[in-house]
């Protein structure tokens, strides 16, 4: 049974921090968002709340990474990414802080609660950091998956987690690593790079293709940074067209990351799926998805589109 | 808890022996002004060379600092991670010319490494990063400093060791809001193993502070915040020592020192002139202010 990522992370955190005293969760009165409830009756030493203070939030799991300690400081992603970005810039990723900054209900998973709640610019912020890796898991296997690698990893990571139930894309044997894109469905005739929860919307875009006898690759990448450039670049050479796909602003992600690369290395008809650069419209997180494009069928027709224009720049 | 400080404190008296700090040969107060005056030499010489920096704040601060590095932080130089030392955060990072003459001079790094301030390819940049070693963490956007020491202490009672934070603020800094969401954490977690300075000289970028943004009373903001506060004179050796020697002030509480000092402190006409925040003097205007000085000492890197 499909649960929240968030949900998933948070139990594989306390079964990891019950062997491991390094372990330190972190909130920001976000115990309840996060899930961190159970964790924090479990064991009220490796936990600790600070209140309605993210840039403290992030001061102080900084100081603990520099103490030994392994923090993971779990906020919504909205206020963890801007409120205290100047701290994950200065005390976590040039200081070389080890902390994991875990952007709860990233994106618009918070819906109808509107702009304030939605974090669309988290991904172009992180990654403009030098020094932070950024993860985006897609379902509850890869979010497990990742939870447990991700308490050795070298240095600062930014990980966004959706609210609500993500649908199943990997099978249990499916062994994900940071930084490595993973092939979800051949195809030649263009390639969908999907990100996070938004990963399954692309892979069913790629069966609804399908069925219209158009063979769509789709690619997930679990990793903004480092970027997977050879997943990326080997599609682009062998389907001559790609559409990325993620829960962002259409500036500053997924979308301008492999734009920058194909320019440089590889340059193909590209179409960048997201949010556009206006104040959204109220809505849950399906209706915006709808709205905007970017549920499975939307996401089918931006490709169709797309593989118009490649075929009209071959003719 | 009271049987873990007293613990803390035999913990700390019996380390004493590789501990800088409780050194058996501690340093007389003569000594320590000594360093006090060769440390503000260096810090103008820094300057002047490197034709930038915050002398004014780097010198009010110079007194608090010596105390601390020569008589109360425990650490050791040549092993700059021992996990039990005392952790030191000059959050006022602009004021960092003074804590790399004095990790300088404490054998964190070699001398000669001080002619590379803000020199290209330097190791010591013109605020704190920790590449350079004995600095913690890089400072240099205020009000970052405090949220840091509040983590570091809060690890060392999880942990249960005996090691404090220390903890170096301006007081234009405090208009940062950050700085009293640490204060309020801090105090929420009675960390008294967290000592915050404020090296409170009155002035700042664009004048007094006063006129700038108020910040105080500060004694009365402090204490609502639920710290122990004292206020001391922060040129005064004698002082500073004799109260640093009572951390914590008050057991379950973080503790408050407010230190009256005087930005420019020890050059007459750079004193209580906040156009000397970042003023970098002249040929002519060096050579009064290292008269003033009293000239070079012995180990020290000539001009």
Redesign the interface.
């Known amino acids: 049974m499909e649960r929240p990522n968030r949900r998933v992370f948070t139990e594989t955190l306390l079964t990891l921090a019950k062997n491991d005293r390094r372990i330190i969760a972190l909130a920001s009165d976000s115990r309840g968002s996060a899930t961190l409830n159970e964790f924090a009756a479990e064991l009220p030493e490796q936990f600790v709340e600070v209140g309605i203070a993210e840039q403290n939030l992030v001061g102080i799991a900084a100081g603990m990474a520099k103490c030994g300690k392994i923090p993971f400081a779990c906020s919504p992603a909205c206020f963890l990414s801007m409120r205290s970005v100047e701290q994950i810039k200065t005390d976590v990723a040039y200081s070389g802080a080890n902390v994991r900054l875990i952007g709860i209900s990233g994106g618009v998973s918070y819906g109808a609660l509107g702009s304030t709640h939605h974090s669309l610019q988290d991904l172009a912020v992180m990654q403009a950091i030098p020094g932070i890796t950024v993860i985006l898991p897609a379902d509850n296997r890869e979010t497990a998956m990742l939870t447990r690698q991700l308490v050795d990893y070298p240095g600062p990571v930014y990980m966004r987690l959706g609210r609500e139930t993500a649908p199943r894309v990997y099978a249990d044997d499916f062994q994900p690593e940071i930084g490595k894109g993973t092939l979800l469905l051949p195809g030649d005739d263009l390639t969908i790079v999907a990100t996070g929860e938004l990963v399954r919307s692309a892979l069913d875009a790629g069966y609804l293709l399908r069925q219209a006898g158009i063979a769509g690759r789709v690619v997930a990448l679990n990793t903004l940074k480092p970027l997977d450039t050879e997943i990326i670049l080997t599609a682009a050479r062998e389907t001559g067209a790609l559409l990325t796909v993620e829960e962002h602003s259409i500036y500053g992600g997924v979308g301008s990351r492999v734009a920058q690369l194909l320019g440089e290395c590889c340059p193909v008809p590209l179409t960048i799926a997201g949010f556009p650069d206006e104040p959204l419209v109220t809505g849950n997180q399906e209706e915006l998805f709808r709205h905007y494009a970017l549920d499975a069928a939307g996401l089918a027709e931006k490709a169709k589109g797309l593989l118009r224009r490649k075929q009209a720049t071959r003719r | 808890m009271p049987w873990e400080l007293a613990r803390n404190a035999i913990l700390r008296k019996k380390t004493a022996k590789g501990w800088c700090g409780l050194k058996e040969d501690k340093m007389a107060l003569s000594e320590l002004a000594q360093k006090a005056l060769a440390t503000r030499r260096e810090v103008l010489r820094l300057i002047y060379r490197a034709g930038a920096g915050h002398i004014g704040g780097a010198l009010s601060a110079v007194d608090l600092l010596v105390v601390l590095f020569y008589d109360v932080l425990n650490y050791r130089p040549e092993e700059p991670d021992w996990?039990l030392r005392d952790?030191f955060i000059l959050s006022k990072g602009h004021s960092c010319e003074g804590y790399y003459a004095i990790l300088a001079d404490r054998g964190f790094f070699p001398r000669e490494e001080l002619a590379s301030f803000m020199k290209y390819q330097g190791k010591l940049m013109g605020h704190p990063?920790?590449k350079v070693p004995g600095v913690?963490?890089?400072?240099?956007?205020l009000?970052?400093g405090?949220?840091?020491?509040?983590?570091?202490?809060?690890?060392?009672k999880?942990?249960h060791l005996p090691y404090r934070v220390y903890c170096l603020l301006g007081d234009g800094e405090l208009a940062e809001?950050?700085v009293w969401?640490?204060a309020?954490?801090a105090a929420?977690y009675g960390l008294d193993n967290l000592v915050c300075l404020i090296d409170c000289n009155g002035l700042q970028i664009s004048g007094p502070t006063r006129q700038v943004m108020n910040t105080q009373p500060l004694a009365a903001k402090w204490e609502a915040f639920g710290w122990e506060v004292r206020e001391i004179d922060g040129h005064d050796l004698q002082q500073i020592k004799q109260n640093l020697d009572q951390i914590p002030f008050t057991i379950g509480r973080p503790s408050l020192v407010i230190a009256r000092t005087v930005k420019g402190k020890g050059i007459s006409f750079m004193e209580n002139d906040y156009h000397w925040h970042h003023k970098v003097p002249n040929s002519e205007e060096y050579a009064r202010a290292l008269k003033e000085l009293e000239g070079v000492g012995p180990g020290e890197i000539g001009a």
């Open positions: 996990p952790r990063h920790p913690e963490i890089a400072t240099g956007s009000g970052h405090l949220s840091v020491a509040t983590g570091m202490a809060l690890a060392g999880r942990d809001g950050s969401e640490a309020m954490a929420h």
